[in-house]
Every structure is written in structure tokens, then in C-alpha cells.
């Protein structure tokens, strides 16, 4: 069983920045794919990004590429979300997961385990 834990979620005006990171407490982190998805109020839990477990290829939704960046830092079992250029179409939970795949895929019923999310809120 993996526990995933977000973090660095708040309040921002739009234009701003966040960056939100994710602790995973298992020792094989490096063996998982890791991935962001968002859940807006009334709204399905869309994917957001993902980075491999392998070569750390990365894979964005095209509403986020250019404004954010996923990382990975094994030696500290986390992964991150850096967010800029945010608009108020960005608020959202933000929950991230792990998988053991081959590739990385935006499928959230893909992903085994599941943090308990973060919230973004960008006012206008």
C-alpha cells in the first residue's frame, strides 16, 4: 500500500504561481509512474499531467502545457507540481497518484493509488 500525500495548495490571484508537491511513503517510489489530475465542484476529475517512472517522460493536458511543469525528485519520494500563468479556470482539488504502468497514460482508473488532494482557488 502506497500513502500519497499532497501539499502547497492556497489561495492565488490570477496570473500568479504555486507549486504543489507530493510525498509517497513507500521506498520504491522510482518504481512508479506519478501523476496530477484536478477535480473542479460539479466536475469530473480530469487529468492534469504525469511523468515516467523510468525515463521521467512527461505527458500533459493541453490545457496546462506551457504553464505547468511535473517533476520528480526520487531521493525525496516526491513529486511536483510547479503551476504559473494560473486563471480561475484552474481552481480545483488537485489529488496525485501512482502507477505502475509501462507508460504514462492520462486514465485515472489506470492509477492504483490515490492521495487525499489539495485545493487550488485563483481569484480573478
Known amino acids: 500500500q502506497v500513502q500519497l500525500v499532497e501539499s502547497g495548495g492556497g489561495l492565488v490571484q490570477a496570473g500568479g504561481s504555486l507549486r504543489l508537491s507530493c510525498t509517497a511513503s513507500?521506498?520504491?517510489?522510482?518504481?512508479?509512474?506519478m501523476g496530477w489530475f484536478r477535480q473542479a465542484p460539479g466536475k469530473e476529475r480530469e487529468f492534469v499531467a504525469a511523468i515516467r517512472r523510468t525515463d521521467s517522460t512527461t505527458l500533459y493536458a493541453d490545457s496546462v502545457k506551457g504553464r505547468f511543469t511535473i517533476s520528480r525528485d526520487n531521493a525525496k519520494n516526491t513529486v511536483y507540481l510547479e503551476m504559473t500563468s494560473l486563471i480561475p479556470e484552474d481552481t480545483a482539488k488537485y489529488y496525485c497518484a501512482a502507477d505502475t504502468g509501462i507508460w504514462v497514460v492520462r486514465e485515472r482508473e489506470k492509477y492504483d493509488y490515490w492521495g487525499q488532494g489539495t485545493q487550488v482557488t485563483v481569484s480573478s
Open positions: 513507500t521506498r520504491a517510489f522510482s518504481g512508479y509512474n
